[in-house]
């Protein structure tokens, strides 16, 4: 900290304080922290050795030739090898290091190539989406895509190692659609209009949390703004995200700051925003936006605690999914779900089916009619409704998923997709010397996949 | 205090090294490397992750974490290069991710535990109060800037964030340190 000046006010005063204090903490002995370090990478090696064992069955069904060729054979153009099977790629060993990057990353062509992915270690995934057999799944470094058979690393920004230069940013949001692939990482979105064979940057005016394209042309991003992130600000794009233009901001309801806004637009001028407290919706493509007001059920006994962000569909549908309890704002309480849906762009909401939730319930909205919803705690069971919540049909986990399921994606009531966490590693206090927690190691994540409905799953990521 | 050095190298102890063999010798030589980093760069990331959390606990698990990531990779460093950018970012990463699973984990009811008592935590408390009226934005850039003394764009860099941002986080900090806010 610079030295003095005389008119020291309140705030130097306090950082001057902040300073002096916070230089005397006490550093753990590095010899602690090593010898944590070989603890904390054995609880990989568990998973690792069960992918392995797994890799002699799936082996043993595939084929040995169908595994070799599956290795060694990146085929250019993309097509996927048809005689690969998904639990053969499922029973890879996950590599235990990530690669250094020799340089900052940065979107740089990525030829398609056939290639066997595992997540990383220090790599999480932040959406998955589910698509007849395959889907795509992106994570805090890439973007992979499945036709179901095999899969293919359309995006690749790894974490830089050390003594590289320039932030590295996690992406947060991508935009699939056929050969047009968005993905935005913080104030950038890396453009693909060849299917992921080419790529190029365009600098954003915010860090959007929230993306959706109404059509391939027309799509916006929000991120909470101003004074204490009291606002949400809007972004509109005409041709593809080249240019945007600033919308009017929307304030926030409860005069809470405004975090992780989410957007789903139908099209061009109807959409809807949300943090998860209130649902905003437009109808003139983000100039002004409304508070929607969904009717709740008297069945509904809880407050209000949180909506997700809708999910729309053709011929001016949408579903959205409410939350009520008697805890609002606590994560993980027992409650009510509430499935919602508009047939007229939100012009009307009606309250189709309610579902007791004991605390975690996943939920997956495929369309208007088709929900799937799985406890992830008890994973005894998934329902399923492909008529709105009229009715509900029940399928008993025979062979369960390991670890326990934070999110899921399902196509349609049978293939679904389901991300799972290994569990945090113990966090002991030795007697003498300071706590050595393995934070260092996020909680290594996997994807399972399940093509009956949920009665059974297997690895499809390890 | 000195402006932080973020180009500071590692003591010139040991020569750039690319690959290790496992032997008695290059793992000794591992930790000694190792340690030099860990004794010039523990100070300033362990502030940084303060800045961040507000909490001295949480800040001191962030710093830990971020060396066990720089030692997990030691095989493939280049330790000629500055390593501070790498962790003060690596820090950052880590808090929001800390965040995540620490919700997650008081959802499920797991303790968290906390560091013993020091005299320096024990004096900090005093301040934290007027330090978490700040976001962890404002915080940080005001710590990287004023105490740490390091320019806009090299505190933007490890924010992730451009240097007019830092300096209007780091002003609203002052604002609300002065009670004006």
Known sequence: ?462 | MMPLDLSASKTAAEPTRHRVDGSAATVAADARVFEAAYDQAWLPVFRFALAWTNDWAAAEDLAQEAFLRLWNRRDTVDWSEPVLPWLLVTTRRSATDRFRRLRRSLTFGVPVATAPDSDARLEWLDLRAGFGRLSPLERSALVLTVVEDLDAAAAGEILGIEANAVRSAASRGRQKLRGER
């Open chain 1, 1 to 462: 900290m610079k030295p003095g000046r005389d008119d020291v006010t309140r705030d130097d005063a306090l950082l001057r304080r902040w300073d002096g204090v916070t230089a005397r903490a006490a550093r753990p002995p590095s010899s602690d922290l090593l010898a944590r370090s070989r603890l904390a990478t054995s609880g990989r090696g568990q998973f690792v050795a069960a992918a392995a064992a797994l890799l002699v069955i799936a082996v043993g069904t595939a084929g040995v030739g169908v595994w070799i060729s599956f290795r060694n054979g990146p085929i250019a153009g993309g097509s996927a090898s048809p005689s690969s099977t998904p639990s053969a790629a499922s029973a890879l060993p996950s590599a235990t290091e990530p690669p250094i990057a020799s340089e900052a990353p940065t979107a740089t062509p990525n030829p398609l190539a056939l290639v066997l992915v595992a997540l990383r270690q220090y790599e999480y995934v932040v959406e998955v989406h589910r698509i007849g057999a395959g889907g795509w799944v992106l994570t805090s470094e890439r973007l992979m895509l499945s036709d179901g058979t095999s899969w293919r690393q359309c995006l690749d920004r790894p974490m830089p190692g050390p003594g590289t230069s320039g932030p590295w940013t996690p992406n947060t949001a991508a935009v699939v659609d056929v050969a047009t692939i968005r993905v935005f990482a913080a104030a950038d979105m890396l453009l693909s209009t060849d299917a992921c064979a080419t790529w190029s940057d365009v600098s954003l005016p915010i860090a959007p949390t929230g993306v959706s394209f109404g059509t391939m042309q027309i799509g916006f991003i929000a991120a909470a703004v101003g004074s204490n992130n009291l606002s949400a600000g809007i972004y509109r794009t005409a041709d593809g995200g080249a240019h945007w233009v600033a919308m009017p901001t929307v304030k926030s309801v409860t005069r809470m700051p405004l975090a992780n806004l989410r957007l789903a637009f139908a099209d061009a001028d109807h959409g809807w925003l949300t943090d998860g407290q209130t649902l905003w919706s437009t109808s003139n493509g983000a100039r002004s936006w409304n508070a929607t007001h969904l009717p709740v059920p008297i069945s509904v006994s809880g407050s209000f605690d949180s909506v997700q962000v809708p999910v729309v569909g053709p011929a001016a549908e949408a579903t959205v999914v409410a939350k009520y309890d008697r805890a609002p704002g606590m994560d993980g309480v027992s409650g009510q779900l509430v499935f919602y849906r508009t047939a007229d762009m939100g012009a009307h909401w009606t309250a189709p089916a309610v579902v007791a939730d004991p605390g975690m319930l996943m939920t997956a909205v495929v369309n208007s009619t088709t929900w799937v919803v799985a406890d992830p705690e008890t994973g005894s069971s998934v329902r399923a409704t492909t008529d709105g919540g009229k009715t509900w049909h029940t399928t008993a986990v025979s062979q369960r998923w390991p670890f326990r399921a934070s999110s899921m994606s399902f196509a349609d009531p049978t293939h679904g997709w389901l991300i799972v966490d290994e569990p945090e590693p113990p966090c002991p206090q030795p007697s003498v010397g300071f706590r050595i927690c393995d934070y260092a190691f996020v909680p290594p994540q996997h994807l399972v996949a399940t093509d009956d409905g949920g009665a059974t799953w297997h690895t499809v990521l390890p």
